[in-house]
């Protein structure tokens, strides 16, 4: 699936649970809407991500539930550097995890690179949410950018 030919109606409400959470997380996220994206997760949902002990100085790389997550999410919301964007090709999915990748060729420039991977429950939300870094966007890391104002 490519956002770039999907009818705008599709992309704004997806026709399957794993087709909306690719484009309502992206959406959240873009927007810094941190309720929105807390939302999207399940009361009990695992997250892991560099940038959890980075943000949140603790010395683990995972959060368990919502409340746990909510303070990450605000804070991304705030400190999201410039050079974090969007710019994705589409998704691999077997109906409950669902892939994709944040290229650092954007086409346009350099990005943030990610690989997003989510298990979604029953009711389709996130159950279990891994990020994994690419080196463009660990240099990110090593910057400093997300605590520079």
Not at 37 to 50: F, G, H, Q, V
């Amino acid at each position: 699936m490519d956002e770039r030919t999907l009818p705008g109606n599709l992309t704004a409400a997806g026709s399957t649970p794993v087709e909306r959470m690719y484009f309502a997380w992206n959406d959240a996220l873009s927007r810094n809407d941190a309720a929105g994206l807390l939302e999207l997760y399940a009361e009990d949902a695992w997250l892991e991500s560099p940038l959890v002990p980075h943000l949140l100085g603790i010395d683990r790389g995972y959060l368990h539930g919502r409340n746990e997550l909510r303070r990450l999410f605000d804070l991304v919301a705030e400190r999201k550097p410039p050079v974090r964007q969007y710019f994705r090709t589409g998704y691999l999915t077997d109906g409950k995890r669902l892939i994709w990748e944040y290229l650092r060729d954007a086409g346009k420039g350099e990005q943030m690179d990610f690989v997003e991977v989510m298990d979604l429950n029953d009711d389709g939300l996130i159950q279990r949410h891994c990020v994994y870094w690419g080196w463009f966007g660990f240099r990110v890391l090593q910057r400093n950018e997300y605590h520079r104002g």
